[in-house]
């Protein structure tokens, strides 16, 4: 969202960035719709970044050229995790539905969801549009695995790489079990397979893990349209991956990208069948069009559609 924005802003429009603050409480929603609508009175569109209650408070403001963008677990919720969890969950969802009639244009992050957004609410095909979060390709390109792994400290180590990547491996909508599990099944071909947790770590070496990595990992039970994907096919880094988002189209077309039902043996064969696969990959071009500079260009066609003067 940050990089977007800040794309969005060099390419000429007078952006700023607005938190609403915390919606825990009745309360807090009244609050922060009064805060809200008095501090965006001077603009000419107000562009939610997520549903829930961020959505919800935003499209309640009157007068306003709306834009919703849909991320993931804001429209799929989890059906997992603690009872707390599922229950913001539900309501997260609640809200997020409820809120859709109110927008002038809905943006999401793959085609699976457009279909599931306009199956359930019947928008107008104008009205929706799917556009992926972008990444920057000028960072994520292919480079040598072996210089990857020495500038992470990981000089002389052949072992086979296999990388998931989470914000917390405690986050029940990423599976980090499921995961664990399917690269013990693979060790028993791959002795030496190694699993890199990408967690925490500085902005500046995720290019450096993905291009260190033999084959990237995605257990998660729903997505937008994965960042970690995106940014391993921008460096020639094949994937396994349960059945989320519009993955299953590259899959269809790459005979060393795989997408298989959650069980950690399917993950395991086809982790098996990526690792045993010596051709070089070129997947580049799944998503040289999700390149930053043409998403925020696309963003702003997309504005200028609801606001000339822009």
């Not at 809200?36 to 001077?42: D, F």
């Not at 099944?185 to 770590?201: A, C, G």
């Amino acid at each position: 969202m940050y990089e977007l924005a800040n794309e969005v802003h060099k390419q000429g429009i007078d952006l700023d960035l607005l938190y609403i603050g915390k919606l825990k409480t009745p309360f807090d929603f009244i609050r922060n719709y009064r805060s809200l609508k008095g501090k965006v009175a001077n603009y000419d569109i107000v562009h939610a970044q997520y549903g829930s209650g961020c959505g919800f408070l935003t499209s309640k403001l009157p007068g306003k050229i709306k834009f919703l963008t849909i991320r993931g677990s804001d429209w799929y919720g989890a059906e997992c995790g603690s009872l707390k969890l599922r229950s913001h969950s539900f309501l997260a969802k609640k809200l997020t539905r409820h809120s859709l009639k109110h927008y002038h244009q809905i943006n999401v992050m793959s085609e699976r969801t457009l279909l599931d957004v306009r199956d359930y609410s019947e928008c107008s095909s104008n009205k929706l549009v799917c556009l992926p979060d972008g990444i920057d390709l000028s960072i994520f390109f292919p480079m040598s695995k072996l210089k990857a792994r020495e500038q992470l400290g990981f000089s002389g180590d052949h072992s086979r790489w296999v990388l998931f990547s989470t914000v917390s491996i405690n986050n029940p909508i990423k599976r980090f079990k499921l995961a664990q599990k399917a690269v013990d099944y693979t060790k028993k071909y791959f002795p030496n397979l190694k699993l890199q947790i990408m967690t925490q770590i500085d902005r500046k070496n995720v290019p450096l893990f993905i291009n260190a990595s033999d084959v990237i990992l995605l257990t998660s039970t729903h997505e937008g349209w994965p960042n970690i994907i995106k940014e391993g096919l921008a460096c020639n880094i094949p994937f396994v991956s349960t059945d989320v988002s519009d993955l299953h189209l590259i899959a269809k077309k790459e005979n060393n990208c795989y997408v298989v039902e959650d069980d950690p043996l399917a993950l395991a064969d086809a982790l098996k069948k990526v690792l045993s696969n010596e051709e070089e990959n070129n997947l580049r071009y799944h998503v040289e069009k999700m390149d930053i500079k043409n998403v925020a260009h696309f963003l702003i066609d997309q504005y200028k559609k609801h606001v000339s003067s822009i």
